[in-house]
């Protein structure tokens, strides 16, 4: 290696298969590890050097610290045994996908910096559109002004569909209300989601300074239009402006799906902009059967959907459709009027649909995905995961110490250990502890559940039974403990005997359990 | 291959290393392909389906398909004739870096989600942090509470920093206003920059909804202290609240500082947030003969570079400093009170740092490059390019048909025919159709200009030489023709005679070519 450490295409050929051997073993090995990492916070710090070194170091040399350093402080998503949050997807035709766009490395904020960067994003957006069923309207190759467009994250799209509907509305508003401001439009208005909603919808209203109603759900998990209708109407009469409604398909908690045939109507008579959150489930639309939960996705003026979670592809890939995309060229571009160019129009400059400037050829890799898997492929790979979670759900089933509190949706099912909630708690506990099997909990209508999610795309029904298996013993560890102490302390926190289980809007909240987890399952990353 | 798609270990394997040999191949022999792309708008769609395919197709044939349909549309940004907008990295370690991060796929929201993620990104934001000489009060290791992460591009980091101001703005004016409603503050808010500042931070008021003055900067481009302290003060007198500043170390269009010593003082007696934009000239920072351009960095409540534009990251790797992390917390924390957990605070919770909650493991691929490189191999990377910019000016220099209209600066000349407007123009109208070499115009004062970058790491001085030879023949057509012809239009938009050389600000905007050019040299991608 020269001292100036650049390295020749020969010297990158053996360092490169040397990481894709890496990779080859550790996704083929991954049942070897714990899904969770044996390590406590700022292990790494004292392991390595407080500064950058001074000259060039081997990469071999660099591996090494990747397995002896790193690896020991990795969670291990992709394990089968990793049942937390969502899936994360993780293909090898993914991979490869990423590893040419960061070999072209081109920058595709307009159409001349590589026409191929924006065409292909073009059709494979359109190609998945067309498999997830979406009415045509959303199509570049449809009858109207839509589109597709791969954003980094749902909550990137969730955010960009809101400042897109923010600037409509400023523009409807100020029509009738010359003697208006902007800035006293926008204060104004609001926006609606439910209180099942992932934390990032939240935060888009705290980032686009747009009070977010978290409105209740009924018993089912689902926003519902009446709700939405009634606090329309609230808040006109306090004489403030509705703009934006965010609804979700296949909620963080327990999968549940809002009611599109109610909200979209409301929506759309009322002008609001109508954004659909189907960061998660969407993906299970590659399947007929499935596209009964999304009835009434044509009132949507925009629908987001994470091929990065259940679909192959490599995070990051959130691909979001709009039925119009002046909506977003109107609130996004800076371009000087006078550096209009003659080929603008005929293919859209994607750095008006997003919030930064540049963008990676992330076509690649979906389209590498969608190829190397094709339809059947990908269908196949949702029904499995479906049929694992279903299987799932049957053990809980079957175990007398065991409820099931929301049957099986997608990939996912909330379960509980009968009687008090500390004893789910402290299950979780222990399965945590152990750091072989890894869930996350969750309150459901004031109760204590460990949501259980089919992630890994590798996972067999050897691996549901294997995790099975760990729940229940450690479950018998629980009782045998319980009988062996005279009593536990019941956790208010996560038990609230004054919530009913039945019809009224169930409050349902991600909690935490002792290992540090984030507040939020991985919805909308 | 099984019908569902699905790839085993051992046929990634070889997949993977065609990847690896398809990129060796393809940077080892970037100079055999023109830098352009001699395609149309719309050229792919007749090229490949209507669909997505049905069954599973071999990665050979889209590996084919990559080859004949896909590199024909591809703009190539490491060709050492590419000399547009500003660097974009690419080298090996970093693609690496990018193949180990979708190896591993881990999503990095929290400490527990990969407690390597969180704990290298803050050791490597360190370490690149006092390799470019940042005061400390910006290191994690530092004696408050500021630190670093990394953000995808520049753009997110402005509106990033953008938010934290207005959240931190809303807060102080509330306790002295009680009545004033959060809107209305918000409505009051304003935030400067120069008309120097890329696109990208001029879209963040857009998207941030907070007025984004462009004022105007001295002969040298650079923003100044008493432009700043006029306009704050003629906005109080409006009743406004001038809440946050962008100031720029290298600009887009001639690669200007602006004049941080200045700001700074205003800024902090002000009470405004200053945020330095350092997207490019950042990188010179590892050479201790380049800081005294940032002088006055001590002012700043945030600090963002690019390594993926100068320092060998493939991008997305913008690194973002902040002196005060909780200002970023308090603007961006949704998670629900009951949520705290034990271990938080040992380690940043970097959802909270940034607009999307999901994050890659990106510290890898800057880890990669800081250790194969060194110090040392970094910094002989940014004398070699600022060295052969030097090289390109001087042969401009010697040339009597050109001037030299801004002196390099990093590694950009501005220079441009001597003469009218039109005769640069057609220069660059005559380069741009053969495809050879890659520039973007501007206007400097009014004129025309040609901006030289040099871009690729792979630039050596024989490249210079013949992109130099390449302008210098065409430059030689222009005149032959101007000799046949009785004479050319003059352009106005490019040349504006009423607009003096000398002393008085100078407006200088991004031009395109007719190459369908995007109006912004990436800067801030």
Known sequence: MATTG????????????AAVDFIADYIGNIRDRPVLPAVEPGYLAPLLPAECPQDPEPWQEVMKDLEAHIMPGVTHWHSPSFHAYFPTANSFPGIVGEMLSAGLGVIGFSWI???????????????????????????HSGPGSGGGVIQGSASEATLVAMLAARDRMVRRVRQDHPKLSDGEIRAKLVAYTSDQANSS??????????????????????????????????????????????????????CAFDNLEELGPVCNREGLWLHIDAAYAGAAYVCPEMRHTMAGVQYADSFDMNPHK?????????????????DLENAFNVDPVYLKHDKQGVMPDYRHWQLPLGRRFRALKLWMVLRTYGARGLQAHIRKQVQLAADFEELVHRDARFEVVMPARCGLVCFRMVGPCARTQELLRRVTARKTLYMI?????????????????????????????????????????????????????LCDPSRPMGKSPSVVHNMLGSAGNTADPQHTV
Request: with cysteine.
């Open 6 to 17: 650049d390295m020749s295409p020969d010297e990158f050929r053996e360092f490169g298969k």
């Open 113 to 139: 910096t590589s026409p191929a960067c924006t065409e292909l994003e073009v059709i494979v957006v359109d190609w998945l559109g067309k498999l997830l069923g979406l009415p045509e309207e959303f199509l």
């Open 201 to 254: 919808v939240w935060k888009s209203g705290l980032l686009g300074a747009m009070p977010m109603r978290q409105l209740p759900t009924d018993a089912d998990g689902a926003f519902r239009g009446d709700v939405l209708e009634a606090a329309i109407r609230s808040d006109r009469q306090k004489g403030l402006i509705p703009c934006y409604v965010v609804a979700t398909l296949g909620t963080t908690v327990t």
């Open 310 to 326: 259940w679909l192959h592809v490599n995070f990051d890939c959130s691909t979001m459709w709009v039925k119009n995309a002046n």
């Open 441 to 493: 909990a969750a309150s459901v209508r004031g109760q204590a559940v460990l949501r259980f999610v089919v992630c890994s795309r590798l996972t067999e029904l050897e691996d549901v039974q294997r995790s099975w298996a760990e729940i229940a013993a450690q479950a018998e560890a629980v009782l045998q403990a319980e009988s062996v102490a005279a009593a536990l302390a019941p956790a208010p926190a």
